[in-house]
């Protein structure tokens, strides 16, 4: 079976700093993209960050120069560090894998940024 999981989620005061990590078990994690998406009440899942297997990395302006997304293929481990954290930011964040059609998703983790 294929598990996702995320971690590192919690509470921060604004400009502050978490650091989320993906782990997957179960697949060939070096050839599968990986995707953080952020999600609040009432609103769409939106995309946040994506790092390809061959490293290439995209981001949604609004947290250009603020998150950082990378990958540990020997750790089947993806992070997103997210510094200046804004209030804005608050939302739960999913790690979406993602290989051809076949796609995993986590369940989630709250990150909670007060002014």
């Known amino acids: 079976d294929v598990q996702v999981e995320e971690a590192g989620g919690g509470s921060v005061q604004a400009g502050g700093s978490l650091r989320l990590s993906c782990v997957a078990s179960g697949v060939t994690f070096n050839r599968y993209g990986i995707t953080w998406f952020r999600q609040t009440p009432g609103k769409e899942r939106e995309f946040v960050a994506s790092i390809y297997a061959s490293g290439t990395t995209y981001y949604h302006d609004s947290v250009k120069g603020r998150f950082t997304i990378g990958r540990e293929n020997a750790k089947n481990k993806a992070y997103l560090q997210m510094d200046n954290l804004k209030p804005e930011d608050t939302a739960v964040y999913y790690c979406?894998?993602?290989?051809?059609?076949?796609?995993?998703w986590g369940r989630g983790t709250q990150v909670t940024v007060s002014r």
């Open positions: 979406n894998i993602r290989l051809s059609s076949d796609q995993f």
